[in-house]
Nanobody, 123 residues
Framework: QVQLVESGGGLVQAGGSLRLSCAASGRTFSSYAMGWFRQAPGNKREFVAV????????DYADSVKGRFTISRDNAKNTVYLQMNSLKPEDTAVYYCAAKPGGENIEVWRYNIWGQGTQVTVSS
């Protein structure tokens, strides 16, 4: 079973950048698709980005396309989310999640979640 731990969140001014990391334990990490999701207070958890097990396929929410980049290093059992040109509306708790098989943007398809890391963007 894969376990996930996020890091890299914090407080940043609008226009700034952050890089989130998600470290996974378990020898089967490379067989999992990995996603980043976020949840702001009072809102549902929403899709941000996803990457296939090989790293060859990615997808993004329209709200972050061109600003965020998801990547993974299977040798390090880590997935990253590079966030540039941050906006106040990006403020949320960011979660990484894993699912076996192909990538998907639906929250409910992911059965392994990290504890989340807070990202706050000030205006």
């Amino acid at each position: 079973q894969v376990q996930l731990v996020e890091s890299g969140g914090g407080l940043v001014q609008a226009g700034g950048s952050l890089r989130l990391s998600c470290a996974a334990s378990g020898r089967t990490f490379s067989s999992y698709a990995m996603g980043w999701f976020r949840q702001a207070p009072g809102n549902k958890r929403e899709f941000v980005a996803v990457i296939s097990w090989s790293g060859g396929s990615t997808d993004y929410a329209d709200s972050v396309k061109g600003r965020f980049t998801i990547s993974r290093d299977n040798a390090k059992n880590t997935v990253y989310l590079q966030m540039n040109s941050l906006k106040p509306e990006d403020t949320a708790v960011y979660y990484c999640a894993a699912k076996p098989g192909g990538e998907n943007i639906e929250v409910w398809r992911y059965n392994i979640w990290g504890q989340g890391t807070q990202v706050t963007v000030s205006s």
